[in-house]
């Protein structure tokens, strides 16, 4: 029978940030903490009794017990359908393909994504809407307002259920069924993809190396990578979900996967890597010897689209958020193709998704996306470079160095200060705000300002307005910097600077990206005082 909790210390007024809630473990466990927001989902969506719901989680320390009470609840809240993968694992990507597979009225998604879990470490909770994508900002609001309104929860007190056995089952009036969580996704990747053209590279003896990050990505990768295309047994590493990801940060990056990196040097090594994050949503796409930024793997996937099934003679548009570099743009406009410039965070792709009006989106956090599902997709990723790969017959040193001969290099790099005090992080962005009046034309550290914002954004499908998203400086001759404080953080605040630098040169494009970006690094100085502002000298990850 279902029941009625009076939380006896309400914690309310939980506000989602850049993807969803997230909070260190021991916030999650105070009692009714977790409760109240999936009380508040089930407040700000009515339409979830009766309906379907997808849930699942990238398998990090608290997964399972928060997945049992989920179920209770929805149960509880009068959910008739409910799909939740086995073991409780679902990637971010093949959660949002099951709630458009299956029509639910949303999903939700247990996962701090790139951040590290374990007891020490984050969880998080993210809802997403029926069309697959994270809550846009009118929901999350709605769900934040209804988290400050919460003082009871419904929650059935049936016993857990066994979610290592896949097959259907009645729960306290609810129709639960535990599905394998990368059958269907792989259907979809088949679907999209040139599978053929990338089995017979493989077949002729060209190898992979695909890191997994001990996350959920794991069983993905073995499914398609080995499994289907052929790839050698053990092409994919630390493939076994763990509850703290052994100690790691499931964050695909060259900082945190420093050894694929390395393997990926020098002759003998894999013709072709890949490593994904907590929720494998996020991807890092490596070559022998060659190490690409999402920047230029969104630009050059957009210019090499008719090769890819799934884009092929439909690509009308793509969008990258604001501090992602502008490489793209350049492709667009010789393409003919409309180029947006959204928010960061992939929610704000979601209403031009719908609207058919991009099919290919990226931003510079490692991560890529495309229509077929509502949010950036690690694995997706990983398959179509492979699937440039197997029909260019390049490498991916060659197709992006053919790249930059053609539409010129936009270097590119993102700085994080970490651990900052929130006042500290706060003075930054004020003191780049007092500075933007009257900065246009003025010179910086040298180099001439030729535009000076505070990034806000008019989603042209629904007319919604977003601000505040980022502080945009750009320069004459096509350098720019952003800085933006970050969403997702669960300690103290987080400042990213967003370097780039674009030159058309091809004698210079072989420079390496820091000295490149040289003029650009002072000019950020210069302007936000970051080492009188925060005491910070150097930054703590350097991308
Ligand atoms: C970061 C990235 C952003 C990304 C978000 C969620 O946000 O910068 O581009 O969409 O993480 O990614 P922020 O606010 O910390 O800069 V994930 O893989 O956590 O779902
Ligand atoms: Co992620």
Redesign the pocket.
Same mark, same amino acid.
Request: aromatic share 6%; hydrophobic share 10%; net charge negative.
């Given at each position: 029978m279902p029941h009625t909790i009076h939380a006896t210390q309400p914690i309310q007024g939980q506000k989602p940030?850049?993807?969803g809630l997230r909070k260190k473990v021991a916030v999650f466990q105070q009692p009714h903490f977790l409760e109240n927001f999936v009380q508040a989902i089930f407040l700000a969506v009515p339409e979830l009794k009766g309906g379907t719901l997808i849930l699942g989680g990238d398998g990090r320390y608290l997964n399972e017990i928060a997945l049992q009470t989920i179920l209770k609840m929805a149960a509880a809240n009068g959910v008739a359908r409910l799909l939740v993968g086995q073991h409780g694992l679902l990637s971010?990507p093949a959660a949002s393909h099951l709630i458009r597979l299956h029509q639910a009225v949303g999903g939700i998604i247990l996962?701090?994504?790139?951040?590290p879990g374990g007891p020490q470490g984050d969880f998080g909770i993210k809802f997403n809407a029926g069309n697959g994508g994270p809550a846009p900002e009118k929901l999350t609001d709605a769900i934040y307002a209804a988290t400050l309104q919460v003082h009871e929860y419904h929650l059935s007190n049936a016993p857990d259920i066994d979610l290592a056995v896949v097959g259907e089952v009645e729960f306290a009036g609810m129709r639960v069924s535990v599905v394998d969580p990368v059958a269907d996704y792989a259907v979809l990747m088949q679907q999209l993809l040139d599978f053929d053209a990338i089995r017979a590279w493989i077949a002729a003896g060209h190898t992979l190396r695909l890191d997994a990050l001990h996350a959920v990505g794991g069983p993905y990768a073995i499914r398609l990578f080995e499994d289907m295309l052929g790839a050698p047994m053990n092409s994919v590493r630390n493939a076994a979900p763990q509850p703290d990801f052994a100690g790691g940060h499931p964050d695909p990056n060259p900082v945190y996967c420093a050894d694929l990196v390395d393997t990926m040097q020098g002759r003998g090594a894999p013709d072709f890597g890949a490593a994904f994050?907590?929720?494998a949503?996020?991807n890092m796409i490596l070559g022998r010897d060659f190490v690409l930024t999402p920047s230029d793997s969104l630009a050059v996937l957009a210019a090499n689209a008719a090769l890819i099934p799934q884009f092929k003679g439909r690509l009308t548009g793509v969008a990258r958020?604001m501090?992602t570099s502008r490489a793209v743009d350049s492709v667009a406009k010789a393409l003919g193709i409309d180029c947006y410039e959204t928010p960061?965070?992939?929610k704000f792709f979601g209403n031009l998704l719908d609207a058919g009006r991009i099919q290919l989106c990226g931003?510079? %956090?490692?991560?890529t996306g495309a229509d077929h599902v509502r949010e950036?997709d690690g694995i997706w990723a990983a398959l179509a470079w492979l699937n440039l790969v197997a029909v260019r017959k390049q490498s991916v040193a060659q197709i992006v160095q053919a790249h930059w001969a053609q539409f010129g290099r936009h270097f590119y790099s993102r700085h994080d200060y970490e651990g900052l005090s929130v006042a500290a992080g706060d003075v930054v962005l004020a003191t780049l705000r007092s500075k933007l009046p009257g900065l246009v034309n003025t010179l910086v550290a040298g180099l001439c300002v030729t535009l000076a914002d505070d990034f806000a954004y008019t989603d042209s499908v629904d007319g919604s307005l977003s601000q505040q998203q980022g502080i945009r400086i750009e320069f004459a001759g096509g350098s720019r910097v952003v800085f933006?404080? %970050?969403?997702?953080?669960t300690e103290g605040a987080?400042l990213?600077v967003y370097l780039e630098h674009y030159t058309a040169e091809v004698s210079e494009q072989a420079q390496e990206t820091q000295s490149a970006l040289k003029a650009v690094i002072a000019a950020a100085e210069e302007l936000a005082g970051i080492y009188a502002n925060t005491g910070r000298t150097v930054a703590d990850v350097v991308t």
């Open positions: 940030g850049t993807s971010t996962s701090a994504s790139h951040n994050d907590g929720d949503d996020r958020s501090p960061t965070g992939w931003e510079e %956090s490692y991560g950036k933006r404080l %970050s969403g997702t953080g987080t990213r």
